[in-house]
Nanobody, 123 residues
Framework: QVQLVESGGGLVQAGDSLRLSCAAS????????MGWFRQAPGKEREVVAA????????YYGDSVKGRFTISRDNAKNTAYLQMNSLKPEDTAVYYC????????????????WGQGTQVTVSS
């Protein structure tokens, strides 16, 4: 099992930046990928970004390309999501996810999920 804890959400204004962190614990040696998802009220959950845990491979959803950056620190078992130029439409609960099975990086199937952190962007 892998446990995930997100942090870094909050209330910001449009154009501001935030950095989310996702700390993994437990069976981290088995991690294959980590990803960030978001879900806004009344909308389906969408993939924001994903990163391979052992290779320089990254995926971004179309709505965040050029504004968000995903990264990882393997020594700290932590993934990050740097969010710049935030827009009101980025308002959502952001979830960190991890998997220990090999899938295409854009695939949304993950075994482990964090509790989520709220990001609210005011106009």
């Amino acid at each position: 099992q892998v446990q995930l804890v997100e942090s870094g959400g909050g209330l910001v204004q449009a154009g501001d930046s935030l950095r989310l962190s996702c700390a993994a614990s437990g069976r981290t040696y088995s991690l294959h990928d980590m990803g960030w998802f978001r879900q806004a009220p009344g909308k389906e959950r969408e993939v924001v970004a994903a990163i391979s845990w052992s290779a320089p491979i990254i995926y971004y959803g179309d709505s965040v390309k050029g504004r968000f950056t995903i990264s990882r620190d393997n020594a700290k078992n932590t993934a990050y999501l740097q969010m710049n130029s935030l827009k009101p439409e980025d308002t959502a609960v952001y979830y960190c996810a991890a998997r220990d099975t090999a899938r295409p990086l854009r695939a949304a199937a993950y075994e482990y999920w964090g509790q989520g952190t709220q990001v609210t962007v005011s106009s």
